[in-house]
């Protein structure tokens, strides 16, 4: 049983691109949240996706979009980049909104 | 944004010696979970807490989830070398649209042969 994937790995950017990251859930997982880990830091909480809405967003900016397809399958869009956004980008999977949540391996996304 | 207290920041214990981590919030939670992460990985849930004074053990850890709801406690066993690694405590709050997890800053483990 696979667990949750993310592509790519890892990803360098240029200050004000965009980028999107993509993460497959675990199998019969139909919610993803994605979360932002600064290096040193616990993750923080970007946005919740079920039922292909965003059901709980947290304090980022609207730099930050998403998007859930049928599959479940989720994207994590940033436009405009900042320096500050490098980071390791963690996608979670879980049976519902309510349940446990599962951690993929990350994309480590750096802009230079 | 909103990050738990938790300590120490880190350890660096013998193999064989008991360890012990805590948590603290200024806000209750719900829920109480504890995840491992080891380099250029994500987090692995070790031990989910969902009742006030619940103590849960999984194998050598064994969490508990405090009676005020504002703090959880961890403690790892008879340590191993694969106990390296850091532990994060994180919180939910649950009800209506709050499933989201706060999490703290961790606290890196590193046990000597």
């Known amino acids: 049983d696979a667990g949750v994937t993310q592509s790519p790995t890892h990803l360098i950017k240029t200050r004000g691109q965009q980028v999107t990251l993509r993460c497959s859930p675990k199998s019969g997982h139909d919610t993803v949240s994605w979360y932002q880990q600064a290096l040193g830091q616990g993750p923080q909480f970007i946005f919740q996706y079920y039922e292909e809405e965003e059901r709980q967003r947290g304090n980022f900016p609207d730099r930050f979009s998403g998007h859930q397809f049928p599959n479940y399958s989720s994207e994590l869009n940033v436009n405009a980049l900042l320096l500050g956004d490098s980071a390791l980008y963690l996608c979670a999977s879980s049976l519902s909104w309510f349940d446990e949540q599962y951690f993929g391996p990350g994309t480590r996304l750096t802009v230079t | 944004g909103q990050q738990l207290n938790q300590s120490p920041q880190s350890m660096f214990i013998q193999e064989g010696e008991d360890v012990s981590m805590n948590c603290t919030s200024s806000s209750i939670f719900n829920t109480w979970l504890w995840y491992k992460q080891d380099p250029g990985e994500g987090p692995v849930l070790l031990i989910a807490?969902?009742?006030?004074?619940e103590l849960t053990s999984n194998g050598r850890l064994t969490a508990q989830f405090g009676i005020t709801r504002k703090d959880s406690f961890l403690n790892i066993s008879a340590s191993i070398p694969s106990d390296v690694g850091i532990y994060f405590c994180?919180?939910?709050?649950?009800?209506?649209?709050?499933?989201?997890?706060?999490f703290g800053k961790g606290t890196l483990l590193t046990v000597n042969p």
């Open positions: 994180a919180g939910q709050l649950g009800g209506g649209s709050n499933y989201k997890l706060t």
């Open positions: 807490l969902y009742k006030a004074g």
